[in-house]
Nanobody, 121 residues
Framework: QVQLVESGGGLVQPGGSLRLSCAASGTIFRIYTMGWYRQAPGKERELVASITSGGSTNYGDSVKGRFSISRDNAKNTVVLQMNSLKPEDTAVYYC???????????????WGQGTQVTVSS
């Protein structure tokens, strides 16, 4: 069983910062990509940022230059640093990991429960 546990969401004023953390635990052979997605009310889930085990990153266009993703492979954790937050960043943020639970299985995507980020004055 694999679990992704997120922390760090909350309420912040426009222009402020928040830091989201996610830790993967359980039966894990190897984690390939870790990342964050978000879903606002009435909208589809979208990529915020992702990072490979080698450190290559990918960002959604709306967060480039404001958000930064980092990862600790030894601890199976990923962090999203969010700066210059805007009201339109308000959403539920989900941690995602693509991993194998053992050598013989296919890669599979796992999701956290989500953490609310609200940007409002």
């Amino acid at each position: 069983q694999v679990q992704l546990v997120e922390s760090g969401g909350g309420l912040v004023q426009p222009g402020g910062s928040l830091r989201l953390s996610c830790a993967a635990s359980g039966t894990i052979f190897r984690i390939y990509t870790m990342g964050w997605y978000r879903q606002a009310p009435g909208k589809e889930r979208e990529l915020v940022a992702s990072i490979t085990s080698g450190g290559s990153t990918n960002y959604g266009d709306s967060v480039k230059g404001r958000f930064s993703i980092s990862r600790d492979n030894a601890k199976n954790t990923v962090v999203l640093q969010m700066n210059s937050l805007k009201p339109e960043d308000t959403a539920v943020y989900y941690c995602n990991a693509v991993l194998k639970i053992d050598l013989s299985t296919l890669n599979r995507a796992y999701w956290g429960q989500g953490t609310q980020v609200t940007v409002s004055s």
